[in-house]
């Protein structure tokens, strides 16, 4: 039988240009989809009431995020570290008896060498232990669904009971809360088939369901408020501010939504319902002569489980602001807040979220070589232990649980892609900065209703301006995190998360009470305590990758350093990769940083000269003379923004270089 580190044995290691061919295609679905549903949403703002939307978007997406994030965050991150580590394991002390609710013939069975099916005894203990295992990884996938229930019964009892007189005072308000969790427990119903999906590296499932979805949603609610304006007389008002049909336009939408999610995960995986279920279904096994019955494998269980606590302060950190508007803001405000929400997440949704969960997939992948010793026993000091042999004292010693050839190829390629991410990101933050605060005001004069200029949409979305940079920033350290923590990194980030939910608390009493910057100071906040999250990640990957690295590393019989295929990797980015963070491959050049510099002080002194910032200036925005002024502004811009990425591109020609050819590549 091959050892680990020969090319027979080693599992097939995903490639970074096969995720990142992934990564492009999901960010242009992802780039349409949003590009319709913006569409639609500049009539949808303008249809509804600042009221309405502050109570769709803020209090009900609150709630049906939280029955989400809160049933399926964990349990996805917990599989997604299980993938390749159920293929790993061998039985050794458990046997698996054959179980009526069990299919004893394994789909994928051990083969000979000339391709010819292996029959032994040992071949077939191996096949049923791996059924089995995807049967107990299987059951994990329910859990959400079992999740889902108990807080579907929970927490819109309780959004009721604490909700203000003037969001329960408009029409439909509790059939309203009832479809929005009818909505949820249909995303939910479809989250053992979006596991398996994400397991397989289906993403066109993920986003059909979810460019149908959305599109619907948004068709289905300005249809319903369209109709509605027609049917009632021009101002009609109902109590709260709103109008009659309004939140039931959003539900009706959010349900639409969750039916085609559902519907074509089902579609996608009806012919293959004996590889994922909604009910966990239990075994039989044989553990030291004794029968036991199990339904989870106790290892993923309590994997899962940290995972959603972690989620849940998580959540709370992510969501806090929203609960904090909801609860010190009227409704009128809160409207004014969803919408610079919505348009201050448009980048995020665009480019951030693709990217964050196709690089969670990918460093869950392939590094799961890396991290099986570490989930065995989590334990042990990861330092390399020098073992003298009593034969032959003048030799080298040892080093117990060196690394293999793979496992550094691994290493490495992880290392290189993960700097190439956060220095692209490095980029994108530079852009943002600059160029969206003085330009947001002539934006928002075209694109924002005059009604929602009154609230403090405007005032928000100049703070997020530097919020967007620090979540993507963020969304990439924490995917590696997550990708790679065993449990007691676990618990040390949850005792980290909560020290940042206390200084979010902090944050927000200085900034909105002390400071006096209202809702501003709650976007504020929060790009303070993502800015802690990120610091942690960051330092976490740091000292992951040098306690792996301590481990040593196995004497190679041929010279150089192999990838999993036994060849020697020609790629020097990854050959040359840092053993750590190194923060010096992360930071743009001093060419580039100068010249973003340069360009900032030009546009604020155009937008200072043509007075484009002003209260006024977005009331009185497109007449003659304020449209020249703006022309001549977003000229100078566009050859500021010019100069900036043509001298990224000059610093920067390798590397850009380096990920075109990864894209095109499979």
């Not at 690089?359 to 330092?383: G, H, M, P, W, Y």
Request: hydrophobic share 45%; glycine share 6%.
């Amino acid at each position: 039988m091959a050892t680990a580190d020969t090319p027979s044995s080693a599992p097939n290691a995903p490639n970074a240009f096969r995720f990142l061919s992934g990564a492009s295609s999901l960010v242009l679905l992802q780039v349409l989809t949003r590009v319709a549903t913006f569409v639609l949403n500049q009539a949808l703002v303008r249809f509804s009431t600042p009221q309405v939307f502050g109570t769709a978007s803020i209090q009900f997406e609150l709630l049906l995020s939280s029955i989400l994030f809160i049933s399926r965050e964990g349990v996805r991150l917990a599989l997604l570290r299980s993938t390749d580590k159920k293929d790993e394991t061998t039985p050794e002390t458990n046997e698996i008896t054959s179980s009526p609710k069990i299919d004893s013939t394994p789909s994928n069975l051990h083969k000979r060498k000339g391709g010819k099916a292996d029959t032994s005894p040992q071949a077939d203990q191996l096949s049923t232990h791996k059924a089995s295992a995807d049967v107990l990884s299987s059951n994990i996938a329910t859990l959400p669904v079992l999740f889902g229930l108990c807080l579907s019964l929970v927490l819109p009892m309780a959004y009721i009971w604490t909700a203000s007189p003037e969001s329960s005072a408009q029409p439909h308000f509790r059939l309203s809360i009832l479809i929005y969790t009818a909505s949820a427990m249909l995303q939910l119903a479809a989250e053992p088939m979006y596991i398996l999906a994400q397991q397989e590296l289906n993403f066109t499932a993920r986003v059909r369901s979810e460019a149908a979805g959305v599109v619907s949603r948004a068709a289905i609610t300005v249809g319903i408020l369209v109709v509605a304006e027609r049917l009632h007389p021009a101002g009609e008002k109902t109590p709260g501010g709103g109008n009659e049909w309004g939140l039931l336009a959003f539900s009706l939408g959010q349900l639409s939504y969750g039916f085609f999610v559902f519907v074509i995960y089902l579609w996608t995986y009806m012919k293959r319902s004996s590889e994922w279920r909604w009910w966990p279904k239990s075994i039989t096994m044989i553990d030291k002569g004794h029968a036991k019955r199990m339904l989870f494998d106790p290892v993923l269980l309590r994997l899962a489980f940290s995972m959603t606590l972690q989620s849940f302060i998580k959540h709370l950190l992510t969501e806090g602001d929203k609960f904090a508007v909801s609860r010190i803001s009227k409704l009128a405000d809160q409207g004014g807040y969803a919408v610079a929400s919505n348009y201050g997440s448009l980048v995020a949704r665009l480019l951030f979220q693709p990217v964050e969960e196709i690089t969670r997939v990918f460093f869950s992948k392939t590094l799961a070589v890396c991290t099986i010793e570490e989930d065995q026993d989590n334990t042990k000091k990861a330092k390399p232990v020098a073992v003298q042999s009593e034969k032959a004292s003048d030799k080298e010693p040892e080093i117990k649980n060196p690394l293999t050839s793979e496992q550094q190829m691994a290493l490495r390629q992880s290392s290189a892609t993960l700097h190439s991410l956060l220095r692209v990101q490095m980029h994108v933050l530079l852009i943002l900065v600059v160029f969206l605060p003085p330009y947001l005001p002539t934006l928002l004069a075209h694109f924002l209703p005059k009604k929602y200029l009154a609230t403090s949409a405007p005032s928000i979305l100049q703070a997020y301006a530097y919020y967007l940079p620090m979540m993507s920033i963020n969304g990439i350290v924490e995917a590696f995190a997550f990708s790679v923590m065993s449990a007691n990194d676990v618990k040390r980030q949850a005792r980290w998360l909560f020290v940042t939910s206390i200084s979010f608390g902090l944050f927000v009493w200085l900034f909105c009470e002390k400071l006096g910057q209202g809702d501003a100071g709650l976007v504020a906040a929060n790009t303070l305590s993502l800015g802690m999250r990120a610091g942690w990640a960051l330092w976490f990957a740091d000292q992951w990758f040098n306690r792996i690295w301590n481990r040593g590393v196995k004497p190679s019989k041929t010279e150089g350093d192999k990838n999993a295929k036994g060849v020697v990797p020609t790629d020097s980015a990854i050959a040359q990769a840092p053993k750590g963070i190194s923060i010096g491959e992360i930071l743009p050049p001093w060419t580039v940083l100068l010249v973003f510099m340069i360009s900032r002080e030009v546009i604020r002194q155009s937008q200072d000269r043509h007075d484009l910032h002003s209260n006024l200036f977005l009331q009185d925005a497109k007449n003659w003379d304020s449209l020249k002024k703006q022309v001549m502004h977003v000229a100078v811009g566009g050859v500021c923004g010019l100069i900036c990425l043509l001298e990224a591109f000059r610093s920067q020609r390798s590397q850009i270089l380096r990920l075109f050819s990864a894209m095109r590549r499979k």
